[in-house]
């Protein structure tokens, strides 16, 4: 452990930080704490023996005369420097640094000539890999980066790559600890400095934020490509080096799917960081201008992350007001623009329908054909969009709505489903409850209308739920129901059904999809689609980050993202609202069937041709049931095809 500075001028600990460095005289570095405050003796003992692990070596040096590329001289190191030159740094700091580093003499060294160049032209330089040897460091395959920092001083970082996996390793275990620290004190090293003290000149704050930075970027050692240069696979620190560097498209990729392989806190820490270790120069002003980018885009189009973590909202604020002020006018606006991410009126509306008898269903006097078909249809798309653009994309990631917790997670997305199972209940109660036959081909009929209608103005959910509630088996076994259609309901009903054929993964609709702009789109695929995704890997087997997985996510929810944005001028009709919502009372499966029972008795004929073709039609394995009366995945007691007709939710 190095002395106080009151016993020996030339070795000093910062009391606070645990941060142990050396310096000669204290020119060129200030006596300000390093920016880190521990909040405990233990963290102080784990951030020392962490700077010693750290497989990282840096000393800052300063150039004494700028017409003279020998006379630098160290002014600080950490204790790995100690570690790698075998002797004490008191023996080191304030020495030339050609002394010692010899080699540097020899061989009129190109290093020692980077070194010069960032000391006087302020432009950083990031060295490849390289062989070294002289007598103290032996013989070493290193790669370094060159840190411009004020009064001509050099922040030089080396890192030794003789045995990859174990440095990997100790790097990576190195990082954890350090990010586990930093995460608990990044605020303390926003604050401002105390009275008499300036960032600009506090030396230690910069070296330690570029020791920081440097060694985030050291881990970006993987990366795969594809033919058209994107990214498919690459690590954490590589995802970020390029987040500064890429496009809007690879940005929004990001933003959407980080929270698979990474938390916000530790993003935007380490955002942060990257951001104030960038120095002043036009290098620097550059990255913190791309970084700005970043910012902008998490703000404005995923605000949604902050609404639901008030500690990340408040870390976002002290960095925006100590460092990015020009951010402050959009943070504001966001602010008095966003609200919580959860489940808005009516939501909850199908817990609200009492579980009657189909006794009850037998005897009411009003049907959802007192109503116009047309007028129905806008309402149901109404309700369903409601639910639908309140939909954030964190509600999709890893399938937390069919999680434990989905109701937490994914609270708009359950309350979709739960409203597309409402409705599946709805017209199937619709139809069944109409023992007479005449009034129940009626009742069918004014389901395909509203379904032809809700597809005329593309609301494929309608659309879809209309098919998908028409292929339950205790709706499709009803041979002379379907048999006294009028030709021109079969000929809706054909085309629906053709639309939504799953065939060819769902190529017609599919089709639809990527054209139309203005739609409600049919929820179910967009989950299927991301449960296929996510049998993939997030990380490779070499540790990587699979982000061709992450840009397969992104664009399913881009896509819904757009159709969000859709517009359905329709009044809402409060009289078709309460009906919908409350008037009809909720069957499971075993009331269905028995109703079913009661329209059409069972035959040895049920074989029929429309029941098997439903049930071609609508086969694929339902995704997710989150009704507590789930219609959609329900298997019929008595079917005579030996397989269900289920929803695709």
Excluded at 511 to 532: A, C, E, I, W
Excluded at 587 to 613: F, I, T, V, Y
């Amino acid at each position: 452990m190095a002395q106080t500075r009151d016993e020996d001028p030339l070795k000093r600990t910062d009391s606070h930080s645990g941060f142990s460095y050396h310096s000669s005289d204290g020119e060129g570095i200030s006596d300000v704490d390093s920016g880190v405050s521990l909040s405990s003796e233990e963290e102080k003992i784990v951030f020392e023996q962490l700077l010693k692990e750290i497989p990282v070596v840096w000393c800052v040096v300063k150039l004494m005369d700028k017409n003279d590329m020998m006379s630098f001289v160290i002014k600080a190191a950490n204790p790995a420097y100690e570690v790698s030159l075998k002797k004490p740094l008191d023996q080191v700091i304030g020495k030339p640094y050609t002394e010692i580093h010899p080699f540097l003499l020899a061989n009129d060294s190109f290093l020692l000539k980077e070194n010069y160049k960032t000391a006087t032209t302020g432009k950083s330089y990031d060295m490849p890999e390289v062989t070294v040897e002289d007598d103290i460091v032996g013989k070493a395959v290193v790669r370094a980066k060159y840190i411009s920092l004020p009064n001509l001083c050099v922040l030089i970082v080396v890192e030794r790559l003789d045995d990859p996996e174990t440095v990997k390793k100790r790097r990576q275990e190195a990082r954890r600890k350090l990010e586990d620290i930093m995460d608990r004190s990044l605020d303390t090293m926003l604050n401002p400095p105390m009275e008499g003290q300036t960032k600009e000149d506090s030396m230690e704050s910069q070296v330690l934020r570029n020791v920081l930075a440097f060694g985030d970027i050291s881990d970006a050692d993987i990366l795969i490509s594809d033919q058209e240069s994107l990214i498919t696979a690459a690590d954490i620190g590589t995802l970020i080096q390029n987040l500064s560097q890429a496009k809007d498209d690879f940005i929004e990729q990001f933003l959407i799917t980080y929270r698979y392989f990474i938390t916000p806190k530790s993003l935007l820490n380490k955002l942060i960081l990257k951001y104030v270790s960038s120095k002043g120069d036009e290098r620097g002003r550059e990255t913190r201008e791309r970084l700005t980018k970043v910012f902008r885009a998490w703000i404005k189009d995923h605000y949604y992350d902050f609404d639901v973590d008030p500690e990340l909202l408040t870390s976002l604020n002290n960095f925006v007001h100590e460092h990015a002020l020009h951010l402050k006018k959009l943070l504001e606006k966001q602010n008095s623009l966003s609200f919580p991410v959860g489940m808005e009126f009516g939501m909850g509306m199908k817990n609200q329908r009492s579980n009657s008898r189909i006794l009850n269903l037998f005897k009411r006097k009003s049907t959802l054909t007192c109503f116009d078909a047309t007028l129905v249809a806008h309402q149901l798309t109404l309700l369903s969009f409601q639910r639908f653009k309140n939909i954030k994309p964190l509600e999709l990631h890893s399938q937390s709505w069919s999680k434990e917790k989905k109701n937490l997670t994914s609270p708009n997305v359950v309350a979709l489903v739960n409203h597309f199972n409402s409705i599946s209940n709805l017209f199937a109660c619709e139809i069944l409850s109409q023992q007479n036959l005449k009034k129940r081909v009626e009742a069918l009929k004014h389901v395909i209308n509203i379904g032809w209608a809700a597809f005329g103005y593309r609301d494929y959910e309608t659309t879809f739920n209309v098919v998908l509630s028409l292929g339950m088996l205790p709706i499709c076994r009803l041979t002379e129901t379907w048999n006294a259609l009028s030709s021109t309901s079969r000929q809706q009903w054909d085309q629906m059904l053709q639309f939504c054929d799953h065939k060819d993964n769902y190529k017609m609709y599919r089709s639809h999809l990527r054209k139309q702009v203005n739609m409600m789109p049919y929820m179910g695929l967009f989950l299927k689609d991301l449960t296929n995704i996510d049998e993939n890997d997030t990380i490779t087997s070499i540790g990587a980050v699979n982000f061709f997985k992450m840009r397969k996510v992104a664009q399913v929810i881009k896509t819904m993202q757009r159709a969000q944005q859709s517009i359905f001028n329709f009044q809402r009709n409060l009289k078709i609202v309460s009906y919908i919502s409350f008037e009809v009372p909720l069957c499971d499966e075993n009331e269905l069937w028995e109703m079913s029972l009661q329209c059409e008795k069972e035959n040895s004929a049920e074989r029929n041709s429309q029941s098997k073709r439903l049930v071609d039609i609508l086969s694929p394995t339902p995704l997710v049931t989150t009704s507590s009366n789930p219609i959609f995945g329900m298997t019929s007691p008595k079917s005579p095809l030996g397989k269900s007709s289920s929803t695709q939710y």
